[in-house]
């Protein structure tokens, strides 16, 4: 098979932002949109320049609403086709209006998920125009459009590089012109500069994730990282040799079964004062795990090409960060390997010594990933002294068991690191819930013959697991996000069809936009 370009192969989405006064009468008839969204308030009530648009169709528009019992809800909707003088063959009419307090803490209007309902709802549509003239008390109006066409992008987003016959994608991969009238289109441009970086970000993280494993080998994913010096990012590749010099004998024992030879990237953004501690992301990049020795069912094991989603989103992420050149110091770092039962694959009662030193005995080879993010996660303490540092990967079973799908698992040593995830979870939408650590559970992974064990028994898997990645962060302020849950086989939503959901770029670019850039 043919080596496969870096960038995603994905549904792409021209976006333009102008004056509502170009919707002033016939629709913009120099664009001729063959559908039109207009965003309703409280009662459905309509803007002024809405209501000189439908002006044609009123009567319509009012029977309709009736018949389809809208009041102007959030994410309510309903539709007129070939409605008369409007100059396109469909009105999309959207609600705004926030008629429930928002739950605990999460915006008031959710204009990305909003952006992603209304493109679920325009798959026929090859033109659109979004006319964004709705409730008064909605401000901000160009960040809302940007999140709205953000959305609009996220939704669009297909997987369909490795369909050979056009008649397999759908008329819907066709790309998509949206047109969003707002009265501020300039706010609405310069938002959507950050905007476009995030999408590009989540898109890369959601295509990493999807594609197979005999193509995204630990090489090749390391490959598509060193793309990012394109956008001023420092690439650095270490590869077997390196790491055994290193003494990262963690990370190479779970490695050491496969064709494929293990890599561990570093990648450097250099957004603000070298004098500035850098803040550092950790991925577990496992690019498939069969499960060694300790084999896993054959059952579902496919699914395991994913079990890389925590290195996928430290490069989707890094993407955007350089993309809308964050100012800020960023260190990424994402530990690749594949875990396959060769004659030359670890055993269970192996004994391996990471690159702090420390042993750590073998129970189970199927637990994997936190021997990778060990040895990764003390390297970048080590070395880059950072004032955080975030780890993620699809590390337990057992946190499906405790939070289904919906949230993340967060463990952390840092109250202040905990509660600023968790604020920027709800914002986005990329919701976290925070776990209990403690001695008792670290008593768990103690072993009789090493420093500790790789498994700590049936019980508290999440919480064993966490426990000893904690054993390498020597202090430093840390997170762990268990993200088996969220990253891969992740439910389909307003924002996301795709297999690879990208979980955790939106998250972690609004923790570092909020808190952490001068």
């Not at 019992?69 to 999309?92: E, H, V």
């Not at 925070?434 to 049936?458: L, V």
Request: net charge positive.
């Amino acid at each position: 098979m043919a080596r496969p370009s870096v960038s995603a192969s994905v549904k792409r989405v021209s976006i333009e932002f102008v004056s509502l006064a170009a919707v002033n009468g016939r629709a913009a008839a120099k664009n001729h949109p063959d559908t039109i969204v207009i965003l309703a308030g409280e009662k459905g009530s309509y803007g002024q320049q809405t209501t000189k648009l439908i002006k044609s169709c009123a009567s319509a528009v009012a029977k309709a609403a009736a018949y389809a019992k809208f009041k102007g809800t959030f994410g309510a909707s309903f539709d007129l086709f070939a409605p008369q003088g409007l100059g396109a063959d469909r009105l999309l009419v959207v609600g705004t209006h926030q008629d429930k307090p928002p739950y605990n803490g999460a915006p008031a209007h959710d204009f990305v998920g909003l952006g992603g309902a209304i493109m679920g709802k325009l798959s026929s549509s090859q033109h659109a125009q979004i006319v964004f003239d709705a409730d008064k008390d909605i401000k901000d109006i160009g960040l809302h459009c940007a999140e709205l066409a953000l959305g609009c992008e996220l939704r669009a987003y297909e997987f369909n590089q490795y369909k050979s016959k056009k008649s397999d994608m759908g008329k819907a991969s066709s790309p998509k012109k949206i047109i969003i009238a707002s009265s501020d289109p300039e706010g609405a441009r310069k938002a959507y500069k950050t905007h476009a970086a995030i999408s590009e970000g989540v898109a890369l993280a959601r295509t990493l994730v999807n594609e197979p494993p005999n193509i995204l080998t630990p090489d090749e994913f390391a490959r598509r990282a060193k793309a990012l010096t394109k956008l001023g990012v420092e690439v650095k590749v270490l590869d077997v040799p390196a790491m055994q010099k290193l003494g990262m004998g963690a990370l190479l024992g779970v490695g050491q079964g496969s064709a494929h030879p293990s890599r561990c990237v570093i990648m450097r953004w250099n957004g603000t004062k070298a004098s500035v501690k850098p803040v550092a992301f950790i991925g577990k990049g496992v690019t498939f795990d069969t499960g060694g020795i300790s084999i896993k069912p054959a059952a579902g094991m496919e699914d395991m090409k994913g079990d890389m989603a925590g290195a996928a989103c430290v490069v989707g992420l890094m993407h955007a960060l350089a993309s809308r050149k964050a100012k800020t110091n960023v260190i990424g770092a994402i530990g690749l390997v594949e875990n396959m039962p060769d004659g030359k694959a670890q055993r269970p009662g192996d004994i391996v010594t990471t690159l702090s030193g420390q042993t750590i005995e073998i129970i189970n080879t199927d637990a994997e990933g936190r021997l990778v993010l060990a040895d990764v996660l003390w390297y970048v303490q080590q070395q880059y002294k950072p004032s955080f540092m975030i780890n993620l990967a699809t590390l337990t079973g057992a946190i499906l068991i405790a939070l289904g799908q919906e949230y993340a698992g967060l463990f952390s040593n840092n109250d202040e690191l905990s509660s600023r995830l968790t604020e920027v979870g709800l914002a986005t939408g990329e919701k976290v819930w925070r776990m209990p650590m403690g001695p008792a559970f670290d008593k768990m992974i103690d072993s009789k013959f090493a420093d500790m064990k790789n498994t700590g028994g049936r019980y508290g898997g999440s919480i064993t697991a966490a426990q000893l990645l904690q054993r390498f962060v020597n202090n430093v302020p840390w997170a762990h996000l268990d993200i088996a849950g969220t990253a891969m086989s992740s439910p389909a939503s307003d924002i996301n069809q795709s297999w690879g959901s990208g979980w955790g770029v939106r998250l972690l670019d609004r923790l570092i936009a909020t808190y952490y850039e001068k």
